[in-house]
């Protein structure tokens, strides 16, 4: 998520993963694919848990909906935008022409690139209720709000700050 702004917005819900929950049951990869595209094919899911069986961990990718996200100032087309008020960031798939710099300039890779339809894509929130979160038992993954996920970074990884 990055070093927050005096414009951010605290306040705003994120997703926030927390490896020492995940179980590496996929429940949250499975709902985000079936939502948007009616299929169980995880490789088109807008997340994905990353395993490490020899370590037992599991990592999650997705997007952060950074704060000053650099994939909006890659995008040639302006395609990827985001709400000031929601604070998500999404692609249109109109203006998207498929160059890839969004997936290239994200430090996570979080966009990816859809070959059927010759566009990058990545978590648009759906629409302020994650599929993701609703099915995490152990709640690796859930909805938090901005500051507590900063707080939560700086914790863990002993990034960021306010």
């Known amino acids: 998520m990055g070093e927050p702004s005096k414009h951010a917005a605290s306040d705003q819900e994120v997703l926030l993963y927390d490896s020492s929950r995940c179980t590496g049951c996929l429940s949250c990869e499975i709902a985000c694919v079936y939502h948007h595209f009616k299929t169980l094919d995880t490789r088109r899911s807008h997340l994905h848990i990353l395993a490490q069986p020899d370590k037992g961990t599991f990592e999650a990718v997705c997007c952060e909906h950074c704060d000053e996200p650099v994939?909006?100032?890659s995008c040639p087309t302006e395609a990827i935008a985001k709400d000031a008020q929601t604070g998500w960031v999404t692609i249109n798939p109109l203006?998207?022409?498929g160059c890839r710099n969004c997936i290239i300039a994200c430090p996570i890779s979080a966009p990816w690139f859809d070959p059927e339809h010759?566009?990058?894509t990545k978590c648009d929130f759906c629409e302020g209720e994650p599929e993701c979160t609703k099915?995490?038992?152990?709640?690796?993954i859930r909805v938090a709000r901005r500051g507590e996920a900063w707080a939560f970074r700086r914790k863990v990884y002993g990034e960021g700050s306010e």
């Open 71 to 73: 994939c909006v100032a």
């Open 95 to 97: 203006r998207c022409i």
């Open 118 to 120: 010759y566009v990058s």
């Open 135 to 140: 099915v995490c038992s152990p709640q690796a």
